[in-house]
């Protein structure tokens, strides 16, 4: 699905089929020819010098945003033996974490189809970025960005999505062919940047990336290759189980009021499930490894349902929209229109300069956002359903399965209904753990289900692309998963209170693009002063006593004792400040018994009164490339508490290949030397052009020309 990503359809009629998308011409395998050949060994010296991006076309001018982005190769060995004749290289687009909370953690983030690119989570769901409408090409900074306290991996893949690229017969077919290109790339990419080998991971995605994730994961705990130290997986409105999502869209046109029960249009529907559920029995009757992940006379039933909702408006046919049930689109389109940010991304993403800024000029056209051939292509002839890996993944991480409430196309009831019918760990479904209500600065964000490693979130107001429509809701959410200590995430970050059924309110760090704290005055729970005396109070004891269990996403208050500690949060303040105030009356005893065995001359005192250089907060974040960064200095690393010139956790002999172009940042005080462009350009290698060409953004009228980029069977 697209959206996002946008599962393939089989149907030439299906609403998800973007009409006209690329196709092999003699002129297109000259271009990949020309490419290949041109480059000699563009590949034997990769760098992380060569993929940082030190800015966007349109991007704010005072952003302290640290991005990397290029092409890797991903051709999987043969037989043990380094595949040199494919061209196959996956595109990555990173952006580097705003703070660091008690450890590193990195995201891996995948969009679906097959054959979706991921720059629809990155500039429309959980990016940094998002393109102004209509704005001609300009970005500003999203609120809600999972970049937060997280580094995040945005990927193009299989190969030939988005700016991705390979040869025309180089098509990936199957899920573990996939899987052994990500796990390809992934080992390349920590010769880059060998650091990454020490976070923590987590893979999400959405849609589609329902079947791509437990597969992905699957291959990198079994790849010795790998040292990842994966801790847990993401899927959002995922497909997962055919089996039980086929059913579920008549149920939920039911429930949302988009068939009305006893209608013709409801026997119409009905009728197509029947028709599926005895084809799916067929094909079970051997075992639930033989149902396959999509069954065309089953996405006939989403035809029927879309066909029922059409109506003339204005001389216009209208139909439901597949990702919105909230919302319209044109027929047949039925979604394919959706979300509008698609109007202005086609055009940036496909500029000389965006191309150039984002290292991607290898890839030959323009970007589309689904590209048909590659969805056509992985038409997955020996892979199961995914649904099939989860309980041995389950054994091993935490997995967490989130639902926007208002999408039809991968809904909320057949997640529910695929987690009922799920053994894992040792019981059936959740069994007694119970939905829970889940508060976000001060309203209702949906519920929370919780049991033996697997988490489901179900997520009022939200479509198919959940962070799209619930930016800080889902940053919370993320938060939660992960397991981002509160008290390493105070700070500079807002305060957004969150709690899980009858919990205390928590503070979980989110900020402005600005910088500035989010205003939660107003959210009827604890003010933010007094949540965070809340937390503070707890910072006699284990710093994770305050965290958030990892998976579970409840607060780890430790039991009663640690709640009791909430509670005289005022005592333990006042204790602090008494001690904080002696300390300081000692110190001045000292400096003055100094200065006067010095003759009055004073010392270095002032040295020890501030941050290094002086500089302010805001100052100091912009000359360290991030904004807002926290002060470190006393946490410690699990894997070495060693730190690199960005306050980044050490990674042993390995430094980081930018503490050069770091420190001339920073050399160069906090405002001026990252606005200058002539040292953007100076940074950058000389890689941009002395001049970008920028064009503006005409009306976009013609619908078949704009869907020519192929967002063909939108499962993002």
Known sequence: MTAGGARYSWSARDPRTRRGFPVDTPQFERRVRDLSTRQSNPDEEMSAANFFIPSLPGQ??????????GHIPSAPPKN???????????????????????????????????????????????????????????????????????????????????????????YVHDLPEASAHVVEFLSKFYNVFPEFKNHDTYIGGESYAGQYIPYFAQAILASPRLPTRLKGLLIGNGWIDPYNQYPAYLDFALQAGVIKEGSDAEKAVRKEVKTCQEHMDVKVSGGMDKMPIHLGICERILGAITDSTIQSVNGQNMCVNNYDVRLTDTHPACGMNWPPDLHDMYPYLGRDDVKSAFHATRHPGPWVECNGQVGAQFYTPNSRPSVQLLPELLEKVPIMMFAGAEDLICNHVGIERMIENLEWNGEKGFGNATAEEWVVNGKSAGTWTSARNMTYVKITGASHMAPYDEPLATHDMFLRFIGVSLLSAAGPAAQVPSRIGNEIPAVLGSTLPNGTAIDSSSSGGLSAEKQLDGVSSGSSGDSSSLGLNSGGGKLGYGGDAALEGLVHASSALVLVALMAAAFALFLWFRRRTQRLSRGGEGGGWGALGGRPGGLSKHARAKSLGRGGGLGLGGVEHEEDDSEDVEGRPGVGGDSHELDELMSSRRAGGAGDAYRDADEKRRLAGGRRDEEEEVFGLGDDEDDEDEAAGGRKGRLD
């Not at 705003?98 to 990016?127: Q, V, Y």
């Open 80 to 170: 043990g033996v380094p595949d040199t004749e494919s061209d196959a290289h996956l595109y990555f687009f990173m952006v580097r974490n705003k703070h660091i909370a008690d450890t590193e953690r990195t995201l891996l983030w995948f969009n679906g189809g097959p054959g979706c690119s991921s720059f629809d989570g990155g500039m429309m769901e959980i990016g940094p970025h998002r393109l102004v409408p209509n704005g001609d090409g300009k970005l500003v900074e999203a609120e809600g960005a999972w970049n937060e306290y997280a580094n995040v991996i945005f990927i193009d893949q299989p190969v030939g999505t988005g700016y991705s690229y390979m040869s025309t017969n180089e």
């Open 60 to 69: 704010p001018a005072d952003s302290s945003l640290t991005m990397y982005g």
